[in-house]
C-alpha cells in the first residue's frame, strides 16, 4: 500500500513538471511561431566567440550566422533579411527572438575593434527609438536592411543605428515596451 501511493505521489509531481514546462514554453512562444532548430556552424561559433560576448536580460535563446541575403531574421519565425544595406553583408548576425519582452536589456562584451549595428522595427520598436535618441555615441545610418519583403509592408521599415567600438563592454538600456523587434550585426575592423 505504502509503495503503491509513493508511485502516484512521484506519477503527480511529474505531471506537474510537465504542465508548468508547458505553460512556460506557451508563455514563450504564441501558437503561430516557429522555434527554427539552430545548427551553430563552427565556424560562425569560433568567429563570434573571439569577437564579441552577448548577454540578454531576460534571458532567451539566440544565436549567430553570417548576415547575408536570405539570413533567418530570428530563431522564433521564419522571416528572412531579403535586403541589407551593403556595409552589413559578411557581418556576423545576432539572431534572438522576434518579440523580446518589456524590460529586455542588452550587454556586448566586445573582444576586437568592431562597428557594431543595431537596428528595430520603427513601428513597433520596444521604445528604442527614444532609447537610441538618448545615446550620443550611437549614429543613426541612412539606411537599414529589410525583411520579408514578399509578404507585406512589416519588414520594410526598420531605423539603424552604428557605434565603433574598441575592446570592452557596451549596455544597451532595457526596452520600455514589448515587442521590440530588433538585430545586431558586428563587422570586425
Known amino acids: 500500500m505504502l509503495a503503491r501511493r509513493k508511485s502516484r505521489i512521484s506519477f503527480f509531481i511529474l505531471l506537474l513538471v510537465l504542465i508548468s514546462l508547458f505553460i512556460l514554453m506557451k508563455k514563450n512562444f504564441s501558437s503561430n511561431e516557429l522555434l ?13 566567440s573571439d569577437l564579441v560576448n552577448v548577454t540578454v536580460t531576460p534571458a ?3 544565436s549567430f ?4 541575403k536570405g539570413a533567418i531574421q530570428h530563431l522564433d519565425r521564419n522571416y528572412t533579411y531579403d535586403n541589407i544595406p551593403e556595409v ?3 557581418g556576423l548576425l545576432f539572431q534572438g527572438i522576434h518579440r523580446p519582452p518589456k524590460g529586455t536589456s542588452i550587454r556586448l562584451e566586445v573582444r576586437k575593434p568592431a562597428t557594431v549595428y543595431f537596428f528595430f522595427h520603427s513601428r513597433v520598436d520596444g521604445g528604442y527609438s527614444q532609447i537610441f535618441a538618448g545615446l550620443p555615441a550611437w549614429k543613426k545610418h541612412d539606411q ?3 525583411y520579408d519583403v514578399k509578404n507585406g509592408d512589416h519588414g520594410l521599415d526598420m531605423t539603424m543605428y552604428f557605434m565603433h567600438v574598441d575592446p570592452g563592454s557596451y549596455s544597451i538600456p532595457a526596452t520600455t515596451a514589448d515587442r521590440a523587434c530588433f538585430s545586431i550585426v558586428f563587422q570586425e575592423h
Request: charged content about 15%; proline content about 8%; aromatic content about 8%.
Open 65 to 68: 550566422t553570417t548576415m547575408t
Open 88 to 90: 552589413l553583408e559578411g
Open 144 to 146: 537599414a536592411p529589410q
Open 60 to 62: 532567451f535563446n539566440y
Open 36 to 48: 527554427i532548430p539552430v545548427e551553430l556552424d563552427q565556424g560562425i561559433a569560433l568567429r563570434a
